[in-house]
């Protein structure tokens, strides 16, 4: 009977050595495979009940199973890919998958399955699917906080609607006026006192005729120009023009030059019809080149209407020490920052997935625009995840339910590799081939033996 069991175990032996044949077999086969998780093989010996002493009890069989390595990080490799990503620690992300199509729009199923693979690329419906076939859920983003709306994932689709236009409501204009400004009549006559000075024919300064405006122009300085939009995504040419005045009997105290700033209302003005817009204010300024007035660093332009363009009032921001007067030899006005906030419609044109996991979409007319978060999940029981093909993994009652906010983070446009070394698998590769051997050679000896028992008879 002992020899009969001794075989017994070396052929259970046999079948262990030889399932961790396999599991290795398909570790070395799955060395490229994105977020593959190696597969490793535990033995449990299988002990005899029989009762009786101790010191009789014979060694047991032996039995192999799995052991998953789900929580064993794999390499983080950077991808040329914008929509790729890698999960740097724990969590999985949040997939489903594709159940057929009604209508030749796709239709998912309800539940939620999990992976670590993250080759995902835009389809030809706008999804995000990975190398596998599986589709990326996400949580949506609330525009007007900027933070996810709910804790309830959704597919997360991309379409190519056109971005609308964004009316322009604030000018953020940062410049240098110089204390001397070399306007074309100062040019031409230098040594006139009060030359560079603008001096008005018409007591109404609230703008500039269009016959006018050649004497204005030679008595001011140009202040730059930038786009701005209406609510339709029209552009408008604003240009703007400072000239120096007198400085009026009504500055406060401190005060050494004034200054009046345009912008070009009607370029196609003639005769007595307006050119030229006074933007509201008189800035005026100390000895230091400081402004003394108006005290606010946000005007108001009311109404600006730019060739027949309404944009409305617009917020003409200087910033809290963008607005100065000091000496300038060139004489003219240095512009260090002059942008508008609105913008015309966009085209979509790519996307990307940032380091944390925002979903951002870019359009054509350079903005950007947070459409999605993507969550990841952890499980208390990882190892006893469900594989399933593809790299995804199922819930079971062992690994128990997702957890939501994972303690690991997305890396964007990287990738994780499979964490299977070759080295330590081909090491594993010659031990299971040796006890092969082994039990092969337990199994010729206990015949040998049963064969001079059976020749006992004879």
């Known amino acids: 009977m002992g020899i009969l069991s001794a075989m017994n175990k070396s052929v259970g032996g046999l079948a262990a050595q030889a399932f961790a044949l396999e599991n290795i077999s398909g570790n070395i086969a799955n060395t490229q495979t994105t977020g593959y998780k190696r597969t490793d093989t535990s ?23 799995s052991r998953a390595t789900n929580t064993v990080q794999g390499a983080i490799e950077a991808s040329q890919s ?25 239709i998912f199923t309800e539940q939620n399955i999990y992976t670590r693979r993250g080759d995902f690329e835009i389809d030809k419906d706008g999804y995000l699917v990975n190398g596998a076939g599986y589709y990326l859920t996400g949580l949506p983003i609330d525009q007007a906080t900027g933070n996810p709306s709910g804790d309830a994932t959704e597919m997360i689709q991309i379409t ?46 609230s703008s ?40 009026p009997a009504d500055a406060e ?83 260090t920052r002059l942008t508008q906030d609105g913008v015309p419609p966009g085209d979509f044109v790519d996307l990307a997935i940032t380091d944390g ?5 870019s359009y054509s007319n350079g903005r950007t625009i947070e459409v999605y978060q993507i969550p990841l999940v952890s499980f208390n029981g990882d190892s006893s995840l469900r594989r399933l093909d593809g790299g995804a993994f199922a819930q079971t009652k062992e690994s128990g339910a997702p957890v939501a906010g994972a303690s690991g983070s997305i890396v964007g446009s990287s990738l994780e590799a499979s964490n299977v070394d070759l080295g330590e698998e081909f090491t594993k590769l010659i031990v299971t ?20 028992v059976l020749n006992i008879v004879r």
């Not at 003409?316 to 000091?326: A, E, M, P, V």
């Not at 996991?357 to 979409?361: E, I, T």
């Open 43 to 65: 033995f449990q010996d299988l002990v005899p009940n029989g009762g009786g002493r101790v010191s009789i009890q014979p060694a047991g069989n032996v039995t192999a199973t």
């Open 82 to 106: 914008e929509t790729s990503m890698a999960i740097k620690g724990d969590g999985y992300f949040v997939i489903r998958q594709k159940a057929g199509e009604v209508d030749g729009r796709p």
């Open 160 to 205: 190519n609607d056109a971005l609308n236009a964004e009316a322009t409501q604030e000018i953020e204009y940062r410049l240098n006026l110089p204390s001397s400004p070399l306007t074309a009549n100062a040019v031409q006559d230098p040594d006139t006192e009060g030359s560079e000075l603008w001096t008005p024919t018409d007591p109404d300064t």
């Open 208 to 247: 500039i005729s269009a016959a006018n405006s050649s004497d204005f122009l030679n008595e001011s300085i140009s202040g730059g120009a930038v786009t701005a939009y209406d609510a339709n995504g029209t552009p408008v040419g604003v240009q703007f023009r400072w000239a120096k005045v007198e400085v």
């Open 253 to 335: 105290a401190g005060v050494t030059d004034s200054w009046q700033l345009f912008y070009l209302s009607n370029s196609k003005a003639t005769g007595d019809e307006p050119m030229w817009t006074n933007a509201g204010e008189r800035y005026d300024f100390n000895a230091g080149g400081r402004v003394v007035s108006p005290t606010t660093t946000q005007l108001s332009i009311p109404d600006m209407t730019i060739n027949g363009v309404d944009l409305g009032d617009i917020r003409l921001d200087h910033g809290s020490n963008g607005l100065t007067q000091y000496d300038d030899q060139n004489g003219v006005t240095s512009v």
């Open 357 to 361: 996991g925002r979903v951002v979409a």
């Open 433 to 452: 081939q040796q006890a092969f051997s082994a039990n092969s050679r337990a199994i010729t000896t206990a015949n040998d033996m049963l064969t001079e």
